[in-house]
């Protein structure tokens, strides 16, 4: 009987315990050290994102002769705002580490790959490792509607590309032409111009010729 009772008093005593350790004091405690806002920056303030997409990026080794995995993360297509220019970039999913980042230029042109409808294939001069370099990407996506869907994309941006560069060269040409037909009227202006000078010289001789006195003329 008295066990009971010690065990019950135990109890109420544990019970008060962590009710007074539950109960709030309204003290407050300020941090050691105040930590200050960063801003983070990604390199892609100044584009936009015309698409994005989950998948699984590989990397072929030339020296293995087999294909590598880079990473699963985010493919970006991103569209400088200024220029107008484009690039590809794959980022891994937890680290924000760059797997890929190169230009989509008018050449690049992607490819399905063999037995898999969900995945493609590009040739690429990449920058991710912090120098240029030929790489031969395969891109692997979740459906077949994201891997047409990028496919679409990325013929669409580097046909656009190549307009540009066509526009491009084509006004380039028209300046060099414009300043060229300017120059020839220049030069006919001056020969028309110097013409009636050379006439005005010759009357002017023939002139002087004939009011001189006679034995000068002998």
């Known amino acids: 009987m008295a066990s009971n009772v010690e065990t019950e008093h135990k109890e109420r005593e544990g019970e008060e315990t962590v009710a007074a350790e539950d109960e709030d004091t309204g003290a407050q405690v300020?941090?050691?050290?105040?930590?200050?806002?960063?801003a983070v920056t990604t390199g892609e303030e100044d584009e936009d994102a015309i698409l994005d997409l989950k998948a699984k990026l590989y990397r072929f080794d030339k020296d293995g002769t087999q294909w590598k995995e880079r990473g699963v993360g985010t493919v970006k297509l991103l569209k400088h705002k200024e220029?107008?220019?484009v690039r590809l970039v794959f980022r891994q999913s937890k680290t924000l580490k760059i797997c890929?980042?190169?230009?989509?230029l008018p050449t690049m042109s992607v490819q399905e790959h063999s037995g898999n409808d969900k995945?493609?294939?590009?040739?690429?001069?990449?920058?991710?490792?912090g120098e240029l370099k030929e790489e031969l990407f395969c891109i692997r996506f979740a459906s077949v509607e994201n891997c047409?869907?990028?496919?679409?994309?990325?013929?669409e941006v580097a046909e656009s590309q190549g307009q540009k560069e066509e526009n491009k060269d084509a006004t380039n040409t028209a300046g060099l032409l414009e300043k060229l037909c300017v120059g020839d009227g220049r030069s006919e202006e001056k020969?028309?111009?110097e013409a009636p000078v050379a006439a005005k010289e010759e009357r002017r001789d023939a002139t002087s010729?004939?009011?001189k006195p006679e034995e000068y003329k002998k």
């Open 83 to 85: 220029s107008g220019k």
């Open 119 to 129: 995945s493609c294939v590009w040739h690429a001069t990449d920058f991710a490792d």
């Open 100 to 104: 890929a980042n190169h230009l989509v």
């Open 148 to 155: 047409k869907s990028f496919m679409e994309m990325v013929q």
């Open 30 to 38: 300020a941090p050691i050290i105040k930590l200050e806002e960063v």
């Open 191 to 193: 020969v028309e111009g």
């Open 209 to 211: 010729e004939q009011t």
